[in-house]
């Protein structure tokens, strides 16, 4: 008889594309909050979506899981604290993945990556090195590249919004980086911005988001080997029809290059895949 596991209501597309960051701004959720929160999506039928909880590396002594909880560990507080975080994990938790930034825009990111990489010799899981989209940038890729080469599961990880206005980067200029980690052939990672499926304008702040449905399929057409100025068309397209298409058309192939993005609102991104039609909750077929 039988025992393959059921087809997941998630396509392979979008498969662990969430990460939850419920404790990060600008959710700001209580840690017992989260851990509640997140056991509740692990259970869910939409669970395929979702990757692991993220949590700061100076938290990491609040943590308490009655059963296995995979983790990722942000270093919000320099890489000494991270290492100790990584030393003595919480019963029942993993560290699954690490994040950090290794400089602030405008630095040099080459002495920060390499003292991250150093401190992380031997760990066995991926770590993602948020580099700011600034100088040094190709330089930095190049040694991630290289380190990747040799066996390390690293990637990199990129800002695409925030507070301010020159956090959220252009289409063009993430386009060009998506084309420079393809071209190297390195994994990324997304963070911040990233609260619906389509390119929008928040009223609020007057901020122009990224969609996360832009970025599929901007990915999708660079693992293609399309051109940086067509990459920079899909992420600055409002037009729903074509990023459908690319989505419908790629559904059953594992996501490209990236690795996905932290959402402190796992439900956000999720209901707006559902409106669009590209994920079905399994109850609505019953009906």
């Given at each position: 008889m039988s025992t393959s596991r059921a087809r997941s209501p998630i396509p392979p597309l979008y498969t662990r594309l969430l990460d939850d960051a419920a404790v990060f701004p600008p959710g700001n959720a209580a840690l017992a909050e989260a851990l509640v929160a997140h056991q509740v999506h692990r259970q869910a039928w939409y669970s395929d979506?979702?990757?692991?909880?993220?949590?700061?590396?100076?938290?990491?002594?609040?943590?308490r899981s009655a059963?296995?909880?995979?983790?990722?560990?942000?270093?919000?507080?320099?890489?000494?604290?991270?290492?100790?975080?990584?030393?003595?994990?919480?019963?029942?938790?993993?560290y699954v993945q690490v994040e950090a930034a290794v400089a602030k825009r405008g630095e040099d990111p080459g002495p920060g990556l390499?003292?991250?990489?150093?401190?992380?010799e031997g760990y066995e899981h991926p770590v993602y090195a948020e580099i700011p989209l600034t100088w040094g940038l190709l330089g930095a890729l190049d040694e991630l590249a290289a380190a990747r080469a040799s066996g390390r599961p690293v990637a990199a990880k990129f800002r695409t919004g925030g507070l301010a206005s020159e956090l959220f980067p252009t289409p063009m200029e993430l386009a060009a980086v998506v084309c420079a980690c393809r071209d190297r052939g390195l994994p990324f990672k997304l963070t911040a911005g990233l609260h619906n499926a389509m390119r929008h304008t928040d009223p609020e702040t007057g901020f122009t988001h990224h969609g996360f449905l832009n970025v599929l399929a901007a990915t999708c057409a660079a693992a293609e080997g399309a051109e940086v100025v067509d990459v920079a068309a899909l992420l600055g397209t409002t037009q729903p029809l074509t990023l459908l298409e690319a989505a419908r058309r790629n559904r059953d192939a594992a996501r490209p290059l990236w690795v996905g993005f932290g959402t402190c609102s796992v439900p956000e991104p999720l209901h707006d895949l559902v409106g669009l039609g590209?994920?079905?909750?399994p109850k609505d077929a019953q009906q």
């Open positions: 979506l979702v990757g692991a909880l993220l949590v700061p590396a100076t938290w990491r002594g609040e943590l059963t296995p909880l995979a983790v990722g560990l942000i270093a919000d507080a320099g890489l000494d604290v991270l290492a100790a975080a990584l030393e003595a994990p919480a019963e029942n938790v993993s390499r003292r991250l990489l150093t401190l992380l590209l994920v079905h909750d």
